[in-house]
T-cell receptor, first 114, second 117 residues
Framework: AQSVTQPDIHITVSEGASLELRCNYS??????LFWYVQSPGQGLQLLLK??????LVQGIKGFEAEFKRSQSSFNLRKPSVHWSDAAEYFC????????????FGKGTTLSVSS | GAVVSQHPSWVICKSGTSVKIECRSL??????MFWYRQFPKQSLMLMAT?????????EQGVEKDKFLINHASLTLSTLTVTSAHPEDSSFYIC?????????????FGQGTRLTVV
């Protein structure tokens, strides 16, 4: 079945430590891929996106993500986490590359400890 | 970047009444908008695709008569929760894609927190 999987429901990282949030997708062709961040009670902010080309994409707030076709993955990384990064992170796909609705993973809650 | 404005940000209504939520694309035209529902600490679930000038397309399991969607112009889509009940309490988010930018990014409203008492 077509799906977006974020295996980690909740991750706690020490401030200053590195971060990796996992995302796997299950679609026939490579979809458009996105990472969004959501603060409590707020809408979604786009961190970065991948459509084609360089498989390592840079985003805002120091985030980056790497697309690995062989693993059907699009993991989000940050070398040094700040306390303000604590939020909910969603991986999303546009499965048809056709401007249809995005399909979201279940999300990963990031907590940052001091 | 493109802006999608959603109004109101929060609303409390009595059980049995109807509530209208507006979603506007402020600086681009959106022939298609999307409505999502998000339960606490859960992901966004697509409810329906709103098409300008035509009927909305609802996802399986979403009641068309309860969640009325109207997309009368290229910049405005509305979601009306009719005869609201406490189980309709949720966070509703709209989204639109900007075709003029190659349709490569989805922009989201800030969401509407609906509480039915």
């Amino acid at each position: 079945a077509q799906s977006v999987t974020q295996p980690d429901i909740h991750i706690t990282v020490s401030e200053g430590a590195s971060l990796e949030l996992r995302c796997n997708y299950s679609y026939g062709a490579t979809p458009y891929l996105f990472w969004y961040v959501q603060s409590p009670g707020q809408g979604l902010q786009l961190l970065l996106k991948y459509f084609s080309g360089d498989t390592l994409v840079q985003g805002i707030k120091g985030f980056e993500a790497e697309f690995k076709r062989s693993q059907s993955s699009f993991n989000l990384r940050k070398p040094s986490v700040h306390w303000s990064d604590a939020a909910e992170y969603f991986c999303a796909v546009d499965p048809n590359q056709a401007g249809t609705a995005l399909i979201f993973g279940k999300g990963t809650t990031l907590s940052v400890s001091s | 970047g493109a802006v999608v404005s959603q109004h109101p940000s929060w609303v409390i209504c009595k059980s049995g009444t109807s509530v209208k939520i507006e979603c506007r694309s402020l600086d681009f035209q959106a022939t298609t908008m999307f409505w999502y529902r998000q339960f606490p600490k859960q992901s966004l679930m697509l409810m329906a695709t709103s098409n300008e000038g035509s009927k909305a397309t609802y996802e399986q399991g979403v009641e068309k008569d309860k969640f009325l969607i109207n997309h009368a112009s290229l910049t405005l889509s509305t979601l009306t929760v009719t005869s609201a009940h406490p189980e309709d309490s949720s966070f509703y988010i709209c989204s639109a894609r900007d075709w003029s930018r190659g349709n490569t990014e989805a922009f989201f409203g800030q969401g509407t927190r609906l509480t039915v008492v």
